[in-house]
């Protein structure tokens, strides 16, 4: 993942409809509808965990560089445990508020069709019953060898000190760093080509290639031969807010529920 757009994102824009949440319809879903549903950081905010870039976030104590990089790494491993030690144990005791319980339900009315796609690391959408979630930046509850071809595990253990493999190699947090490679780009390409529908909720649409997935949406039909829609949900417009026909203002937990009917 990176933060500068492969392109320019102002190319090809026009002005998103941006209004409170309460001014718009439901989206009504068609019985065959296909949905990709983007999550950003703000969307476990109202669960207790910080988001980014918003004033507070982590990133105003920490610098990316040395904590989520593979650069902070090599340079300071234990550093960076600490970091995501101090995360685990506090994200171990959130819960998921309405807004992913919304998804969730909606994932029992669509089934395949509701593709959740999350830059979260943490595990909300499944403390609230979402059964297929696509990580896209890594899972906090998650390690891995850096080394060996062990499997990533379930990890919950906030380490002191910087665990090792029984292959002697360093066990790294299963995160996705800025410079390596977001999971499943392949899933996500083909679901970003299949649906009619694309949200964004809480993400500053500042980091790729997440903030680029609106892009490749608008940059074609929807199945029906019709172009998809686009909407964006939280409270101000994200960086790439010019890509999306709407944006509706609110906290995910206000905006969330009742943003779909089928
Ligand atoms: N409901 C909805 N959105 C909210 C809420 C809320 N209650 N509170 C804050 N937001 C919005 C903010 O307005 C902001 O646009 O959430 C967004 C959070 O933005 P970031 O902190 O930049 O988080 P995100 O976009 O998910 O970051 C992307 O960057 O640092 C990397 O890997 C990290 O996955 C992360 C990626």
Redesign the pocket.
Known sequence: ?RMAPPTSPRSSTRSPRTAPFAAFAPVALTPRARVFVLT????S??SGIR????AN?L?EQHR?EDV?SPEGWNADAALVWRFYAERRAQAVACQPNP?HRELADLERTLGARLFLCT???DDLHEKAGHGRVVHM?GELMKSRCESCSRAPFDDVEPYAAVPRCECGARIRPHI?WFGEEPFAMDRIQQALDACDVFVT???????YP?AGFVRAVRARVSGDGKPATTLY????E?DNAAMFDECRLG???DAVPGLFTT
């Open positions: 993942m950003g950081a703000g969307i905010a109202e988001t980014f870039r918003d976030g990133w990316f989520a807004a830059q979260n690391v930046h996705v909720i809480g993400s500053s649409g500042a980091v997440a949900v939280g409270p101000e994200p906290l995910a937990g």
